[in-house]
């Protein structure tokens, strides 16, 4: 990655970066494994190191949720290290050496929640189901993207939901999406199953499979970093609400830029994160301080996701009333 303290960015531009001084400051937090550990010694810690490398060095069923978003079967460059596409049965076997040395960190009653897209997603599935119970795939819509002249622009994502027995967490209270009434039912001239009010008339709905109302981040918005794969903060945020309680633990083996961790903190949750490379460790650990003083998730408000956009629009009424 070339040094973000000598690229130009626009006045508008949020990105997330670090000075030569931060940098080093980070560093120092940062976290290295020599040998076995316990829950406590690594709880809200940020470990800078190859996930084989520590994968024995984990303590035993301590995760209460496990947030996998591993390279994809692609080629790809992430920083200072590159994953090289290779055929579905190689990368089987790849997944299984890392997935299987995972499963004693987790208790009877975590769930897992594996990301992957349309051509890893067929892996994913037979690795989790040998080895959990799957509960559901999810399919999310990346707002970006190329187009293609020759095939369908590739704008979905999976996330396959599994747990480790039948008795897990799932909040659903938590994650219901707040969606606009365009045809709105009354009885008896009162509204059913949704609220009247001067900004619009709104309803709470069940949380689906299907996701839509995500926003992946880029320049303008302030959870944005350089990292070419980060996930959204409020998709894990409808991970964290629904499978974990304040106070539980996420381990995220493929940190990247930090958004698990950043959002388990703003969530009261306990998590630890595991990324081999420095600059994205350094950054994480930015949005983990950054986190101390600034709890917004885009997109949820007041204990609600709102779908795309509608939340923007509200604000803005508000702002002209």
């Known amino acids: 990655m070339r040094d973000e303290s000598t690229k130009i960015r626009s006045a508008r531009n949020r990105t997330i970066s670090l000075s030569p001084i931060e940098k080093k400051y980070y560093q120092e937090k940062l976290v290295k494994l020599s040998q076995e550990t316990t829950s406590n010694q690594i709880i809200d810690c940020l470990i800078n190191q190859d996930l084989f490398s520590l994968l024995n ?21 992430f920083n200072t290290t590159s994953f090289k596409e290779r055929s579905t ?37 037979l690795i989790a189901e040998k080895y959990l119970k799957i509960r559901n795939r999810i399919t999310w819509e990346r707002d970006k993207g190329r187009g293609a ?63 839509t109302d995500l926003t992946v981040p880029y320049w303008s918005m302030p959870e944005n970093t350089d990292h070419p794969t980060q996930k959204p903060e409020k998709l894990l945020a409808k991970i964290i609400l629904a499978s974990s309680n304040p106070g539980d633990l996420v381990l995220d083996p493929f940190l990247g830029s930090g958004t698990t961790v950043a959002v388990a903190k703003k969530l009261d949750r306990h998590f630890v994160g595991i990324e ?37 629009i509200q604000k803005n009424k508000s702002n002209k009333s």
Not at 57 to 77: H, M, Q, R, S
Not at 96 to 111: D, H, I, V
Not at 193 to 201: F, L, T
């Open 57 to 77: 060095f984990l303590p035993n069923d301590f995760v209460d949720l496990l947030f996998i978003d591993p390279p994809y079967n692609l080629t790809k460059t």
């Open 89 to 125: 049965q190689d990368y089987i076997s790849w997944l299984e050496s890392w997935f299987t040395l995972l499963l004693k960190t987790l208790k009877p009653t975590a769930s897992i929640y594996i990301c992957g897209d349309w051509h890893s997603s067929a892996a994913i599935f």
């Open 149 to 211: 002249k020759s095939n369908w622009k590739n704008c979905s994502e999976d996330i396959w939901f599994c747990t480790v027995s039948d008795k897990y967490t799932f909040n659903v209270d938590a994650v219901k999406v707040k969606r606009k009434v365009i045809a709105p039912y009354k009885v008896d001239g009162k509204p059913k199953d949704w609220e009247e009010n001067e900004d619009g008339n709104y309803r709470l709905t069940h949380p689906s499979n299907i996701w």
């Open 276 to 312: 081999r490379d420095e600059i994205y460790c350094c950054l994480a650990q930015k949005r983990l301080d950054m986190a101390e003083t600034n709890k917004t998730i885009q997109g949820y408000k007041d204990n609600v996701f709102w779908e795309r956009n509608s939340l923007d």
